[in-house]
């Protein structure tokens, strides 16, 4: 039986299934059946901002509810697609359902959802992957690709403007997957420091990572021995967290910036703040000015966002596999030979990262093949 998994939009702790009809497919439409996803603090996001950021629009429900959200991936149960065959598989955003019908435009990845509902929204959420079979990685990459790509598009904003010439970037609920993604690329980055917001139960998990430079409690954060000027990305999305970190910097808070909802269940909304204006960061809208910046890329605009971003940075760092530039290719070409690729940021999933101070053990991939991440 096919069904729906509807909120109340009023209130999300009102949940419930409902039937859910599959009606003959037209022309050109696929129907998908959705085998798995994951719930994370991210989806609640979704739902929190569902009708400011129009998440609610892409999975129509009945009024008043709404379908939230998820990443995952599901399989072809029916095509009349001439371009797509049942039993492919496809990553992508779906919604709480056992199924979703879409009308498929081929890329080269996969396809893109062309349902005119779809059109006016944000463009990278309606981009589907085609995979292969099962191998072991899909509820990792449900999990945390989306997220970690949320925290690469954050860290290349501050990139670009330079941390606004912070010595602290702070982050709150420095525990959350997106945090951690972001704390880690900062890490990588070095300068300013990596400052986590966190409940005193999850101290030690969070000082364990070893991505952030202070960890502080939210009770200890007005006294915290902190460097400004300051960056605050609020992943919490509290009015009590915010209104704190303004008050307490004030005009030495260099930009505010809005991520998420993880303590959905705060109050919003903070007033009238010292320092700078919050503002809200919306992935898509990154994604799309990097794809202006630097064209698009095909089946994943991410992780075209990322090779471009790299070749650009890192043109002249020591490649680990000849001792060349990135970038370059050995004298005699890249002939397919075991150990002739000298670009090994076009292959990221087959690279295994250098240790560092940087990068603890539990997360060297050449040392814990089997945890496999595919970011």
Request: with cysteine; proline share 7%; glycine share 10%.
């Amino acid at each position: 039986m096919a069904w729906d998994f509807c909120v109340a939009k009023s209130n999300l702790r009102q949940g419930e299934f409902r039937p859910a009809a599959l009606p003959d497919l037209a022309e050109g439409e696929v129907r998908l059946a959705v085998d798995s996803f994951a719930l994370t603090a991210n989806n609640i996001t979704y739902a929190v901002f569902g009708e400011a950021m129009r998440y609610w629009d892409f999975f129509p429900a009945a009024e008043g509810f709404g379908r939230v959200p998820v990443w995952g991936f599901a399989t072809v149960e029916a095509s009349s697609h001439p371009d797509i065959a049942v039993g492919q598989r496809f990553y992508g955003y779906y919604p709480m359902s056992s199924h979703l019908t879409v009308q498929p435009r081929k890329t080269r990845g996969g396809f893109a959802d062309a349902a005119p509902h779809r059109q006016h929204l944000a463009a990278v959420y309606n981009q589907y992957t085609a995979v292969d079979a099962e191998d072991g990685t899909e509820a990792l990459r449900s999990l945390l690709q989306p997220l970690f790509i949320t925290g690469f598009l954050i860290d290349d904003f501050l990139d670009e403007h330079a941390m606004f010439g912070a010595q602290s970037i702070i982050l709150s609920s420095a525990s959350s997957k997106t945090a951690i993604g972001l704390a880690f690329l900062l890490k990588q980055r070095g300068g300013a420091k990596v400052v986590g917001l966190t409940s005193a139960r999850n101290v030690a998990f969070v000082e364990a990572l070893g991505f952030y430079d202070q960890v502080i409690t939210y009770e200890a954060f007005p006294e915290a021995p902190i460097a400004s000027p300051a960056v605050f990305v609020d992943f919490a999305g509290d009015a009590g967290v915010l209104g704190a970190v303004h008050r307490r910097f004030g005009e030495d808070l260099a930009y505010s910036c809005l991520v998420g909802g993880t303590h959905w269940e705060a109050e919003r909304g903070a007033g009238d703040l010292p320092g700078p204006k919050p503002i809200l960061f919306f992935a898509p809208d990154r994604v799309k000015k990097r794809q202006e910046d630097w064209g698009p890329g095909g089946g994943n605009p991410c992780f075209s966002l990322h090779v471009k971003r790299q070749r650009s940075a890192r043109a002249l760092r020591p490649s680990r596999t000849c001792g060349g530039t990135r970038g370059s290719r050995h004298k005699g070409g890249n002939d397919g030979k075991k150990g002739e690729a000298c670009d090994p940021i076009c292959e990221p999933s087959r690279q295994s990262p250098p240790r560092s101070a940087s990068m603890p053990p539990r997360w060297d991939r050449s040392a814990r093949s089997a945890r496999r991440r595919q970011w």
